[in-house]
């Protein structure tokens, strides 16, 4: 290959990179619009916590630093949360090998016997958390529920939605992919 075509050839390679860069710095936005989750813009530190599960073993989002989680606020008594749960539980099939955990934390007051009764009957085995205190609704700034938010590896909220979604739209899948594949 002569000397003009190699450089020739390498200006199109960088051309090609640059439109494929900025392609993809825009296409986490898209995909964020595309299932209604508003973006975190300034990217701010996910608030700490530390709730009891199901068998009452503390919780603390600081051990998930490094993979994705989806955190979701829900209660036995919301239409919208029990209509979103089956995606959820379908989310929560796929990804959870996939360097990526999914957390949600039940606001019921009544505490743990009617959140574990509920997940029984819907044979529901995605992560639960408790805070019949609503302590994390404020740290959180949640105004309604169901509401989701998305962290990223490095503790980051990325994305807000609030109300009810179809977790296994595609869009959610590919936005997740693109969160987990995210290098530094």
Not at 7 to 12: E, G, H, K
Not at 173 to 182: A, G, H, R, T
Request: aromatic residues 10%; hydrophobic residues 40%.
């Amino acid at each position: 290959m002569s000397f003009p075509k190699a450089i020739l050839l390498f200006m199109l390679i960088v051309a090609t990179a640059i439109v494929f860069r900025v392609e993809a710095s825009g296409g986490e936005d898209e995909l964020l619009r595309k299932i209604g989750a508003k973006p975190i813009k300034d990217k701010k530190k996910a608030p700490a916590f530390s709730l009891p599960d199901l068998n009452g073993k503390k919780v603390e989002l600081k051990q998930y630093k490094g993979k994705v989680v989806f955190l979701n606020f829900w209660a036995t008594w919301c239409g919208p949360c029990k209509e979103e749960m089956p995606s959820m539980e379908a989310l929560y099939q796929e990804f959870k090998d996939k360097g990526f955990v999914f957390l949600t934390i039940s606001v019921d007051y009544e505490g743990l016997k009617p959140v574990k009764e509920f997940l029984q009957k819907h044979r529901y085995t995605f992560p639960v958390l408790l805070d019949p205190k609503c302590d994390t609704l404020d740290s959180f700034e949640v105004k309604g529920i169901p509401t989701t938010l998305i962290i990223d590896k490095f503790g980051r909220m990325r994305a807000r939605v609030v109300s009810g979604r179809d977790w296994k739209h595609p869009d959610v899948i590919e936005l997740l992919n693109l969160l987990i594949q995210e290098k530094g």
